[in-house]
């Protein structure tokens, strides 16, 4: 297998996500440029620059030294995609949306090294139709890389290919992934919601469902599908805030969309009190508010 050198990655999107990973990645001393969509009211007020502030304020801070922030560069895709072509590895993590995935793909195609690993951080969407749009000299060097939330504290890294991967491509993505980022890696079947999030979305459906159908409040729910439970931190309904519940609502539409006939779990449809808030736009911790803080 041929050395994979990383020298630098972009990762695409600064949200949730997008942020954390690049926070991982200088933690670990490799330069990220990180990109988002372009600030409407000037630079100091983008997307990427309030992400970088935010990375510095959360606790345990994830930008481990003042150098780390210094190692990531801040970029839109208006100005910057030029800032592409250095990048070894394009890690894609914009909003669950095949869509805007499909558009921003067609648009910094370009700007892509032949040379360089793209993938995408989607939670459950088809790798294969993410693909469908990249170039053919760039579709051999696709795949899926699937972080979980926290990126900087999950183990778990689920790796994707399409059937057009070349198989050394995952081999040295495992090993960066491995060794210089300290995961455990899952090969997964491109299939709808991958392994972990065909799993655990059902799970998390089914305790919405019983949670209403008992009357129990979401501290209660959450007290008991928490630590007791076995998890490291916070229970069903703190977890759908800090995922983010457009989000979480993206990745139930996966499901619903791809397996309407699935005889085992009947129902995949968003549940009325995660759909009522993101009516109100309060999407969890991202906006301030969500199942715990009211808009
Ligand atoms: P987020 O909503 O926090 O951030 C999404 C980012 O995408 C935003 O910064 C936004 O400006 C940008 N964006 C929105 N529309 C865009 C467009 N049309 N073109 C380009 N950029 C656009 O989302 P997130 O939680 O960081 O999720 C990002 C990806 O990671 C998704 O594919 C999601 O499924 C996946 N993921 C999320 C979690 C989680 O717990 N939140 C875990 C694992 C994987």
């Known amino acids: 297998m041929s050395r994979f050198n990383v020298r630098k990655v972009a990762v695409l999107g600064a949200g949730v996500m997008g942020a954390q990973i690049a926070a991982h990645l200088v933690n670990v ?6 990109f988002d969509l372009p600030a409407k009211e000037g630079p100091k ?3 990427v620059t309030k992400a970088v502030e935010g990375l510095k304020k959360l606790k345990p801070a994830p930008l481990g030294v003042p150098e780390d922030a210094a190692l990531i560069q801040q970029a839109n895709y208006e100005e910057h995609s030029e800032l592409l072509r250095d990048c070894d590895l394009i890690i894609e993590a914009i909003a669950e949306r095949m869509d805007w995935k499909l558009d921003l793909y067609t648009k910094i195609a370009p700007f892509l090294s032949p ?37 900087r504290y999950m183990a778990l890294v689920e790796l994707i290919a399409t059937p057009t991967t070349r198989p050394e491509i995952l081999d040295q993505l495992e090993s960066f992934v491995t060794t210089a980022l300290g995961k455990s890696v899952v090969r997964a079947k491109d299939t709808p919601n991958f392994v972990a999030n065909r799993v655990g979305i059902a799970g998390i ?49 996966t499901l619903q969309d791809n397996l309407k006939d699935d005889p085992f779990f ?22 301030g508010a969500g199942f715990y803080k009211k808009v």
């Open 266 to 287: 009947p129902s995949y449809a968003t549940p009325a009190p995660l759909a009522a808030l993101i009516a109100k736009g309060a999407l969890g911790q991202k906006t």
């Open 45 to 47: 007020n983008g997307i």
């Open 205 to 253: 459906l089914a305790t919405f469902k019983e949670a209403e159908n008992y009357g129990l409040s979401y501290d209660v729910v959450d007290d008991l599908t928490g630590k007791k439970m076995g998890r490291a931190s916070s229970g069903t309904f703190r977890t759908a805030d800090v995922v983010g519940l457009d989000t979480m609502s993206h990745v139930i539409k």
């Open 115 to 151: 040379n360089a690993i793209v993938a995408s951080n989607t939670s459950g969407l088809s790798i294969t139709k993410l693909s469908e749009v990249l170039p053919e000299s760039i579709k051999p060097n696709f795949c899926g890389i699937h972080f979980f939330n926290p990126p």
């Open 29 to 34: 001393k490799v330069p990220v440029v990180l």
